[in-house]
């Protein structure tokens, strides 16, 4: 059994369901990374992936953080549906006093083992919501029109991939899918400027609901 943790309260374990019922909605086979730095637990998940570490198709990863009622030893990789139906038993219940998670064993993903810098993160300015929402419609759109119904497998993920891994412009170095990521998790507020950050190859969109991190773009 992996190490159990325990939520702070209700309102914590009611924003991981709601964070994690967006990142099935992306990836209904998802999985989430839980790690925990003393009493925070911070929750990645995967919306854009390569299929393994040799591909050169963007990873972008999302991540929200909530507070535990105490410290904790957790760092794992399980699907986002167990969690998901463990907060749901908690959240139904009202004599429920402890928001405590107790999973199973953790999984592996190629994307689980790329791991962003904690520290280095340089501002970079901001990027209001706005044009983030509208560079999210769309690269929805393009992929929509880009892949032929009658296509599938490998050449329809090479055709996300290039969309999803272009950049927006040259000054921000950030991924589409980047853009596409923060709105589909639920982390862009209407007109809010939402932070850049620079780190070592790495780009982070910070908003007030979220965080994404994906590698700089390449291609624009």
Known sequence: ?????????????????SYLTRAKKLDPDGLVRLRAFGDLLAAYVAPIYSGNLMDKGPTILGLRTCELAGEAEV?????????????????????????????????RAPWAGISPPRQGWQAKGTINESRLTQIARDGIAEVATSIPESVGGPIAARIRGEIWGRGIDLQSLVPTGAAFAAASLGFLTENEEVGLFHADGWVRLSSAHGHVLAKVATRF
Do not use: C, W, Y
Request: charged letters at 20%.
């Open 1 to 17: 059994m992996i190490n159990p943790f325990v939520l702070a309260d209700q309102q914590s374990a009611a924003d991981l369901q």
């Open 75 to 107: 760092d794992v990789l399980v699907p986002i549906g167990a969690v998901q139906e463990r907060l749901a038993h908690l959240l139904s219940d009202d004599q429920t006093k402890e928001f405590k998670i107790q999973l199973n064993e953790s999984q």
